[in-house]
């Protein structure tokens, strides 16, 4: 079933939705991109008459109530953006009442559907590897699906809109599927406009393509870093990780980020770029601080001869002229992770001059294509996502698309 045909009129709508959003210290939203991104599909299920009941995750709670994590604090801002009052259930798994209540037109949030270990469907308080924890999960699959089938029991329909959790293979991702028929089960907008962004990257590549890997660690971006190396033309690897091939060269970093333990994988993903003749750019230089603040004391320096006692924090002047020698001209754009701690206002150059290259790129005809929260709330700051061609609110799962992996969420909805 396709959401734009399915009349939602008298009908209970669960949407699976990615309210995990960055909140301040004082429970206030700093980036409502995710909350945007899923008003189509809730706005289409209220229009046509239906009742919506959304549910999220937010953070990791590991199985556990955790107040700081509670979705009672985005009750309000959903609210206004939906235009009606969200009611809120703040126990996801005895949200029957709450659920039976609900008029045709009306909107329902559920509690964070973390606070209880069955979403993850991984045994708590147990070590993984020993006899214990395969019984343990064994009786976590059974209650897993009870737990499924809880959420599934207040809706007669199912819409999964998470994009940003589809690499997920979690209850209410790809379990609650098995409780609806294959008419009541369906992608939501957001899922289905997210799919064709990495469609127009994956099999309508324009070139030259320059994609962006940012961010502070190689270890968490090696399966997307070797796949990108099969397809695109530039590959900038800044941000942290810059300091991981500084030092696998032998260079000095001071009191950068660095993987110790990845420096031979730094080395290896030179050579396969050499091999398959990517030009891969690492910023020759950077600015470097004293302590991680935004005030501290800073020089620009060879990002491979960090003075000791400062840490890098940003690319240097000369780097972002190579980041954006490598993106202007290019046809195809990707863009995840930013060059420096961006939301200090002083170390936030190096992301802003990616930026600035990207927004110029589109003009002139490229496909420019942003994810990650970091990187969309480094576009969103710079006030400058209108100037780029599709802002993803996926940030683990696109990677997992782009590598050309199926996402869980979207195979339950789209299988048998
Ligand atoms: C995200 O922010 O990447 C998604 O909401 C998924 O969250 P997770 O990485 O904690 O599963
Ligand atoms: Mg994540």
Redesign the pocket.
């Known amino acids: 079933m396709t959401i734009k045909d399915f009349n939602f009129a008298g009908k209970k709508a669960i949407v699976r939705v990615?309210f995990?959003v960055p909140l301040d210290e004082n429970g206030q939203v700093t980036d409502d991109t995710r909350i945007r991104g899923a008003l189509p599909t809730l706005k289409k299920i209220l229009d046509d008459g239906g009742a919506v009941i959304m549910m999220s995750?937010m953070?990791?709670p590991k199985g556990k109530v955790n107040p700081k994590l509670s979705l009672s604090q985005i009750v309000k801002p959903v609210g206004e953006a939906l235009g009606v009052e969200v009611k809120f259930a703040p126990d996801c798994a005895n949200a029957s009442a709450e659920a039976d209540a609900l008029k045709p037109g009306e909107a329902l949030l559920l509690e964070n559907l973390r606070f209880y270990p069955e979403e993850e469907g991984k045994p708590v308080g147990v070590e993984k590897g020993t006899p214990e924890y395969d019984e343990a999960k064994k009786v976590m699959k059974v209650s897993q699906k009870e737990f499924a089938r809880k959420l599934a029991s207040y809706a007669d329909v199912y819409v999964m809109d998470?994009f940003?959790?589809a690499?997920?293979k979690h209850a209410s991702t790809a379990v609650i599927d098995e409780f609806f028929s294959k008419d009541c089960r369906m992608l939501g907008f957001l899922m289905e406009k997210e799919v064709q962004a990495v469609d127009n990257i994956l099999s309508n590549i324009r070139r030259p393509f320059t994609a962006i890997m940012g961010g502070s660690k190689v270890s968490t971006k090696i399966g997307i870093i070797e796949n990108l190396l099969g397809k695109v033309d530039n590959l900038i690897l800044c941000g942290g990780m810059t300091f991981t091939f500084a030092k696998a060269m032998g260079g000095k970093v001071g009191n950068s980020l660095c993987e110790d333990e990845q420096l031979d994988l730094a080395l290896s993903i030179m050579d396969q770029a050499k091999k398959k003749g990517v030009n891969l750019v690492l910023g020759s230089d950077c600015v470097a601080g004293d302590a991680f603040d935004n005030k501290c004391k800073t020089v620009v320096c060879p990002a491979n001869d960090v003075p000791d006692g400062y840490m890098g924090l940003d690319a240097g002047p000369e780097s972002q002229k190579q980041f954006a020698d490598a993106i202007s001209g290019a046809k195809t754009i990707l863009w995840n992770g930013p060059a420096g701690v961006f939301e200090f206002n002083n170390f936030a150059k190096g992301s802003r001059a990616i930026a600035k290259a990207i927004a110029k790129a589109t003009k002139n005809g490229a496909y420019s294509l942003i994810g990650g929260?970091d990187s969309v709330a480094c576009i969103n700051k710079f006030g400058m996502s209108e100037q780029v061609s599709y802002i993803s609110t996926?940030?683990?799962?696109l990677l997992e698309a782009i590598e050309g992996k199926t996402l869980p969420g979207v195979a339950a909805v789209l299988g048998e």
Not at 394 to 397: L, R, S
């Open positions: 990615d995990n995750h953070g990791k998470a940003g959790t690499h997920r929260g996926g940030g683990g799962a």
